[in-house]
């Protein structure tokens, strides 16, 4: 007869289940405890990353800050103008709006269907107009980024990443399991002072794995999400948008010669979109336009409601709204998950609460390393064994 143990919720707990989610916890923590060591570490700086920019002179965003380009400044058609005049022979492809600042980025190509190798970016200052440069790539910030979000590995790492985001949620969550029978007759956070270094290397990784419990639910929850980004932005722009741009697709693409104001094109979208901001335009002929389409991708003016994006598609010969749809709601949750899983919500204060979080979290990822390196052949069954004897009735 199995030996039974009373859990406090009420309900029996079995040696077997113990052991079930002890070796889940166990297993799902040590596949994916080095990756996520690396992300701790590699997340650190990339949490105050437009601060480290402005410190080193790499942020035009701060440089020009009071003015978004979104909403004021020069003509479109007059920087398209200037943008098309830098690289003569070559088409407009996008352009970048910022909410914060009067940059505004022109990417141009030798085709409207050019790859992303054959693109350039131009740097504006919307506000006068003055060409500001190529956007320049690179920097270490941005390997910091790479390697965060793919190892430079591209898609399969980004997926990857995506694994191990998944095993992260799973051993918090086995965690929590073995964690409230295992203080079933200690009090929560208890540190037992007089035992010996691994059982005080054990109740470090407890109370600071329950005290940093909530945020790294959320921050696993949404790099996971994050990590399958690409897939769920390919599956909106070849399903929602296509199906938009469905009606137009028998049209003959528009020559780059004929395409009509912008501006005009602008002002006709924001007429049915009122009280939100363009964040980008596709130009026709790209992968994120019609044949004969400006795309124009508007953000919310609310703290939440900016990090979704509404488009908009415009025949960009005569300025003729063709449709505008709200985004599906999981690439709705892709889209609040990225802010939050920087700690991009609330300013510098919430970025240093992150901080603090993130080296509490590697701090907790560690001693899980060192607890399973320095493990006796037994533990596992000793482990067990003491969990149900705290579980049992005083």
Not at 124 to 149: C, K, N, Q, W, Y
Not at 304 to 313: C, F
Not at 340 to 363: C, E, N, Q, R, S
């Amino acid at each position: 007869m199995t030996e039974r143990f009373s859990h406090p919720s009420g309900l029996a707990v079995k040696r077997s289940t113990i052991r079930f989610w002890y070796l889940t916890h166990r297993w799902t923590s040590i596949i994916s405890t080095l990756f996520l060591l690396m992300l701790c570490v590699t997340g650190l700086p990339l949490i105050f990353h437009d601060e480290i920019d402005a410190a080193f002179g790499e942020d035009w965003e701060s440089r020009l800050a009071g003015n978004p380009s979104a909403s004021v400044g020069q003509p479109l058609d007059s920087i398209v103008a200037r943008a098309l005049a830098e690289r003569p022979g070559e088409v407009p492809l996008f352009i970048g709006f910022s909410q914060d600042s009067s940059l505004i980025t022109v990417t141009t190509g030798p085709s409207p269907d050019a790859p992303g190798s054959a693109m350039t970016l131009l740097n504006f200052d919307r506000l006068t107009g003055r060409s500001l440069g190529p956007v320049e790539g690179g920097g270490v910030m941005e390997t910091i980024l790479a390697l965060h979000v793919d190892m430079l590995l591209g898609l399969p790492g980004m997926l990857f990443l995506g694994v191990m985001g998944i095993l992260f949620l799973i051993a918090l969550i086995s965690g929590v399991v073995l964690y409230a029978p295992f203080m079933q007759r200690l009090r929560f956070g208890t540190l037992r002072r007089g035992r010996s270094k691994r059982v005080r290397r054990l109740d470090q990784h407890n109370l600071l794995g329950a005290a940093t419990l909530g945020w790294a639910l959320v921050v696993g929850a949404t790099g996971a999400i994050n990590a399958f980004a690409d897939p769920l932005t390919d599956n909106w722009r070849e399903g929602e948008l296509a199906e938009m741009i469905a009606a137009q697709s028998s049209e003959e693409p528009l020559d780059p010669a004929a395409y009509g104001s912008l501006d005009l094109a602008m002002a006709r979208a924001q007429e049915i979109l009122p009280g939100r901001s363009p964040q980008f335009v596709g130009f026709p002929g790209g992968a994120w336009s019609g044949p004969r389409q400006y795309a124009i991708f508007f953000q919310g003016d609310r703290p939440l409601t900016s990090h979704l994006l509404t488009p908009a598609l415009v025949e960009a010969d005569t300025g003729r709204l063709v449709d505008a749809r709200e985004m599906p709601a999981i690439n709705k949750a892709l889209m609040l998950s990225k802010p939050l899983h920087f700690g991009d919500y609330g300013g510098l204060p919430f970025k240093l609460l992150w901080a603090v979080l993130d080296l509490l979290t590697i701090w907790v990822l560690w001693t899980g390393l060192l607890l399973w390196l320095r493990r006796s052949p037994d533990r596992t069954e000793r482990a067990v064994e003491e969990i149900a004897l705290r579980s049992a009735p005083a």
